[in-house]
């Protein structure tokens, strides 16, 4: 890969971790505790979290008009996303062990804990898990597609791909035949190599 966008994605990996770590500092003034994996707030922050919370039945009632015309459109995408779920989790379990590609872990993707806040009531909390395997699907399958490419197809496109999975830019150079085949055994011999450094860290 050139030295240059190496470079950059190594700057924006040190973003990505500066954001993180604003967002802990966030969370610590919002008295947010983590325990196992698990949201936990002091009693006093949720005593407080209730006061904003909004009746279900007067959320209903006084719910905007285009709201509730779009409800008839939100919920029966929730079956596309099952199967897609279901189909996308059967192919790597199946494909990625003949492909030598370590298996992406679905439930790293899959984040519910907006249920922990006192102030949504139930179909807010509804609403949001809704929304967070919606998004957690896709960028589980995100996954999944990319290692797929990056197996199967590692090259750049020549237009610039708007939102590239994280293994995009280590792909081939568009047009560079010469070079091709090389690149393409050394991105499968890393597919390999994540595998395996995987497995360790395992143990």
């Known amino acids: 890969m050139n030295t240059q966008i190496n470079e950059f994605l190594e700057r924006i990996r040190q973003l990505e971790a500066g954001i993180e770590q604003e967002i802990q500092l ?3 003034q919002l008295q947010v505790d983590f ?3 698990k949201v936990k707030f002091e009693k006093e922050v949720l005593a407080q979290q209730r ?3 909004e009746g279900l039945l007067r ?3 006084t719910a905007d008009w ?3 015309l779009s409800v008839p459109f939100i919920y029966p995408v929730l079956l596309p996303l099952v199967l897609l779920d279901f189909f996308v989790t059967l192919y790597q379990w199946v494909c990625f062990p003949l492909y030598r590609i370590a298996r992406v872990k679905r439930s ?3 984040v519910y804990d907006r249920t922990h806040l006192a102030y949504l009531n139930v179909l807010e909390k509804i609403n949001c898990a809704y929304c967070s395997y919606a998004n957690g ?3 589980y399958c995100r996954e ?3 290692l797929t490419e990056q197996y199967w197809c590692p090259i750049k496109h020549a237009r610039r791909v708007m939102q590239a999975h994280p293994h995009y830019h280590g792909f081939a150079d568009y047009g560079d035949a010469e070079n091709y085949q090389a690149e393409l055994a050394r991105l499968r011999a890393e597919l390999v190599r994540m595998r395996s450094d995987g497995a360790e860290s395992n143990l």
């Open 26 to 28: 966030r969370r610590q």
């Open 35 to 37: 325990d196992e994996h």
């Open 51 to 53: 006061r904003f919370k």
């Open 59 to 61: 959320y209903v009632l």
């Open 66 to 68: 285009r709201h509730v």
């Open 108 to 110: 790293d993707y899959f």
């Open 137 to 139: 699907l896709i960028a």
């Open 144 to 146: 999944v597609v990319g």
